[in-house]
């Protein structure tokens, strides 16, 4: 760590991470971060040293000239931010790096060691990834955990996949091992549309987030920026035959296999947001 700071009394926190890289396509992980942390104007709180962590020819440092005229080199370097959300009565520690190239397993063991010095007592994962996903159906998220009481809270179910992971995967793991209860939230975005960002994504990940911790998130500028990427994402596809075609096919093929059930479970958790939203109870 580059500097320690004494961590201040927190109220019962939770802690929401992402990593940009394997983990995070069309960044759209590492945006709901950067969102939160816009929202809700939360503080630095601590910064790790980047040293160990990473490959500084994959993941190169950048240098930019301040208004004073000076030269600073900016390190890729994992950072916490504290922040204390208006509407809800929990605080939140939001964790924002690159995916580490070295030493993962002491990677997150400091991130680990700092969220139980906090009393984080829940850890929820971001991710995104490719898949064949029409973009004029709402992005699919997909969520796991294997804590009973995070079960059943947001209706969830433990993983069965089997393959490469990633770090979100290791740091949700060790949290487990460590007594923290952790969750993990995935949105596919359309691999046809893959250029970063995509707020549609994002903005899918919020909503999921939100039901995950059961309480009202803000949208800000999100609603607008997915609107405007919709309305792009519609114009290419109009100028091009063989992807309106390609598009065509995955909606015939979404739209048959997603039952009628799904799809009122997805009205249900809508309007349960909404409510959220307006400062009502659902129940």
């Not at 000239?65 to 208006?86: F, K």
């Not at 091992?177 to 990940?205: D, N, R």
Request: with cysteine; glycine share 6%; hydrophobic share 40%.
């Amino acid at each position: 760590m580059t500097s320690t700071p004494d961590i201040p009394p927190l109220r019962d926190p939770w802690m929401v991470a992402a990593f940009e890289g394997w983990n995070d396509a069309a960044d759209a992980a590492s945006g709901v971060v950067d969102h939160l942390i816009d929202e809700w104007d939360a503080e630095l709180l601590i910064e790790l040293d980047p040293e160990d962590y990473y490959d500084f020819q994959v993941h190169r440092p950048q240098v930019r000239t301040t208004d004073d005229g000076s030269r600073v080199i900016l390190w890729p370097s994992p950072q916490i931010y504290h922040a204390r959300p208006p509407r809800l009565d929990r605080d939140v520690l939001l964790l924002r790096a690159p995916e580490p190239n070295f030493h993962w397993k002491a990677f997150c063991s400091t991130v680990l060691g700092v969220a139980k010095l906090a009393g984080v007592t829940e850890l929820v994962t971001l991710g995104a990834l490719l898949a064949d996903s029409p973009h004029t159906r709402p992005v699919p998220v997909t969520g796991s955990t294997s804590d009973p009481v995070m079960i059943d809270r947001m209706s969830m179910q433990p993983s069965t996949y089997n393959g490469p992971i990633g770090i979100t995967s290791v740091l949700g793991e060790m949290a487990s091992q460590e007594g923290i209860a952790a969750a993990s939230l995935w949105a596919a975005v359309p691999h046809y549309l893959a250029e970063p960002p995509c707020p549609k994504a994002t903005l899918a990940l919020l909503g999921a987030l939100e039901d995950a911790i059961g309480a009202p998130l803000p949208q800000g500028v999100l609603v607008e920026m997915s609107e405007a990427w919709q309305r792009g994402a519609e114009d290419l596809t109009s100028h091009d035959p063989e992807i309106a075609e390609y598009v065509e096919a995955l909606e015939n093929e979404r739209d048959t296999s997603e039952l009628p059930e799904a799809s009122g479970d997805a009205i249900a958790k809508e309007f349960e947001r909404y409510l959220r939203r307006r400062n009502v109870d659902p129940e």
